[in-house]
């Protein structure tokens, strides 16, 4: 039983101030500065006048014209998704983050703690302190699909046996919600595709042969979106909990140029001298700052290798400065994930096997920090022989 928590405008209700800020009126995440200028999530008042998250910002004002841009709070949101996920791996839960506001977890092991399916349904309210939509089904995504369906006070639940007849009838913009086949949602909609039951029929057989001409069409994201509506999905992943260790500098005078880049570095000296790091390397950092004009900024860091090297992450962070929207406020400096300890690194010169070994497992590691878990993949020969190329070799998770 995969059970999926959707607290729905996540974002824009941080940023607003409480779901009270959203009542009634016409609300929306103003664009980033850089970003294409899109609008982000939207209230409901908004999405009466036909403005939804994505639309284009002109657009958005011709449908709307009362509407009111909220200043993205990047840095309030990651920090309250952080506290919810906290409030549920408080119950036992192994949390599977797939964006602020969106989170799976298993709830067959809970069963034991809780006594029943419905006690840690309670339970999982009774964390949130907040409204949100819960859905229970066989795999992630038929879990989303029941959350979506689900109203604020009463959870869904999809039996195993129900799930394709249940996702047949549920609209193809449920695949924006998944990052690789969120790209889909508008050409199947031009191609008159409007159900993910329409969509299976594209391949109306389970053989090779028939889900090979949604690759042809689609990629491998038209495979991946058709094995979603027939029910299919890959197992959970829960992310690794980490302590959190993080230093925060006020700016004063020093918002931008050079000054901003000696203050980075101060951040860096004392994070690295922190004694809960316990000579660990740096895998992922996390750089943020609070704006002048209002807002935050935040942006993620993923060194090539695990470093400890002062001058190395200062060089790295300091390219992502040139990012900043406006002049800073403050500036902080996080650590996401670790790496091994300094005695444990290898220089480049060893050439033993053992050592070979550990920089390819860190390899692996850093594209998973980046690029998620079936980031990295190796090819493994099944059929050497078949006249067809894709059925000679598959690919499987490499290990590390």
């Known amino acids: 039983m995969v059970v999926c928590v959707h607290i729905p405008r996540f974002a824009l209700t941080v940023a607003a101030g409480g779901a009270q800020a959203l009542a009634g009126r016409a609300l929306a995440l103003a664009p980033m500065a850089g970003a294409e200028l ?21 657009e958005a004002l011709v449908r709307c014209p009362e509407l009111e841009l909220v200043p993205a709070d990047p840095l309030a949101v990651a920090e309250a998704w952080e506290g919810v996920m906290c409030a549920l791996e408080g119950i036992g839960a192994a949390i599977e983050p797939a964006r602020a506001g969106l989170a799976y977890f298993d709830g067959d092991g809970l069963r034991g703690i809780h006594g029943s399916d419905a006690n840690t349904i309670a339970a999982t309210r009774r964390a949130l302190c907040r409204p949100a939509r819960i859905g229970v089904g066989p795999t992630r995504f038929c879990a989303l699909a029941a959350a979506l369906g689900s109203s604020a006070r009463r959870a869904k639940a999809i039996d195993g046996r129900e799930a394709r007849r249940y996702l047949a009838a549920q609209p193809v913009e449920l695949l924006g919600f998944r990052e690789q086949t969120a790209a889909l949602v508008e050409p199947l909609r031009r191609l008159g595709v409007r159900t993910l039951g329409e969509l299976r029929e594209l391949a109306p057989t389970h053989r090779p042969a028939s889900r090979e001409a949604l690759a042809d069409r689609f990629g491998e994201p038209g495979v991946l979106a058709y094995r979603l509506a027939d029910g299919e999905d890959r197992p ?165």
Do not use: N, Y
């Open 38 to 58: 899109r609008v982000g999530e939207v209230s409901g008042a908004a999405e009466a006048h036909g403005v939804s998250t994505g639309t284009t910002l002109g």
């Open 236 to 400: 959970l992943v829960p992310r690794r909990v980490e302590e959190t260790l993080e230093e925060r500098l006020d700016v004063g005078d020093a918002g931008s140029g050079e000054m901003l880049q000696r203050v980075l570095g101060v951040l860096v000296d004392r994070l690295l001298a922190r004694p809960e790091r316990h000579g660990r390397t740096l895998r992922a950092a996390v750089l943020s700052a609070r704006l002048v004009g209002g807002g935050t900024w935040r942006e993620r860091v993923v060194f090539r290798q695990a470093l400890s090297d002062a001058k190395r992450m200062g060089l790295a962070l300091s390219l992502r400065l040139p990012l900043l929207p406006a002049p800073a406020e403050s500036l902080r400096l996080g650590v996401e994930r670790f790496g091994p300890a300094e005695g444990q690194q290898h220089t480049l010169l060893e050439q033993c096997k053992q050592a070979r070994q550990e920089r390819l497992g860190e390899a692996v590691s850093q594209v998973r920090t980046v690029a998620g878990h079936d980031a990295a993949l190796r090819a493994v020969c099944i059929d050497p022989d078949s006249r067809v190329p894709e059925r000679r070799v598959v690919l499987t998770p490499l290990p590390g």
